[in-house]
């Protein structure tokens, strides 16, 4: 493990308010894994556990769920659902490589949002990124943030896998590399690194219901200390969200 990055993580991972909220975030998902009526309903419950996680994300856009399919937020809800529907096709590409993933999983979901050469790729020059949660401005550095995530994702085998979903999630959803659909394509993220490293594979588990039931204000507190440096509090934050996420799946 070379990275500076992911020498940082694992800082980060053992600050013990940090380790406490990601391993109580690991066993509530090891905890649904177990559950015999999750388990004889597994096509239901990660077909239920999409439903609800793409309309999460959208609403954390400030989406109407409601709205009308031909309306600028029922566009945004579609682009949540096929986003995450997305996400079991990329998993195995996910540890090998990840900008191709990203770029994947932004074409999806920016898809008749963007111009079409901007579809899979990172902002460049003065491009600006859409802001629905009033982070304010995008940092610049979008191409040197992006390697150094690949980097991490590279040298990532013995760092906690939640360490890895909450980073990877921070620098898209924060850091918004795309001018359009960065926090979806963020969201979508953490559900491809907890599959990817075998934490739920079946994707049962509702991370962004997780993070709605903590509330869109604590959502952008928890960016806004990422971007500010305040890693700590930001991991606490995810880790709560991760619990919540699993503690949100019922058999159906």
């Given at each position: ?196 490293r075998g934490v739920d594979p079946s994707s049962f588990s509702i991370p962004e219901a997780g993070m709605m039931q903590l509330g869109r204000p604590a959502y952008v507190r928890a960016l806004r200390a990422y971007e500010a440096g305040n890693v700590d509090e930001y ?18």
């Open positions: 493990m070379t990275g500076h990055l992911a020498q940082a993580v694992v800082r980060w991972a053992e600050v013990p308010e940090v380790s406490h909220a990601l391993t109580t975030g690991r066993a509530a998902i090891d905890e649904l894994l177990w559950r015999r009526d999750i388990r004889s309903a597994a096509a239901e419950v990660t077909a239920a556990s999409k439903i609800t996680g793409a309309r999460d994300s959208a609403a954390m856009e400030g989406a109407d769920i409601a709205a009308t399919e031909d309306s600028p937020m029922g566009r945004v809800l579609a682009a949540a659902q096929a986003v995450t529907g997305e996400v079991p096709a990329v998993v195995d590409t996910w540890s090998s490589a990840p900008l191709q993933v990203l770029a994947r999983l932004h074409s999806v979901a920016a898809f008749q949002h963007v111009a079409p050469d901007q579809l899979g790729r990172p902002r460049v020059g003065d491009e600006v990124a859409d802001d629905p949660l009033n982070l304010g401005p995008a940092p610049e550095n979008t191409a040197l943030r992006l390697t150094l995530l690949a980097d991490l994702v590279a040298d990532s085998t013995d760092i906690p896998a939640l360490a890895v979903a909450g980073i990877a999630h921070a620098e898209i959803a924060g850091a918004r590399p795309f001018v359009w659909g960065s926090g979806l394509v963020g969201r979508a993220v953490v559900r491809v690194v907890l599959a990817a991991l606490v934050w995810f880790g709560q969200a991760i619990e919540l996420g699993a503690q949100r799946v019922s058999p159906p």
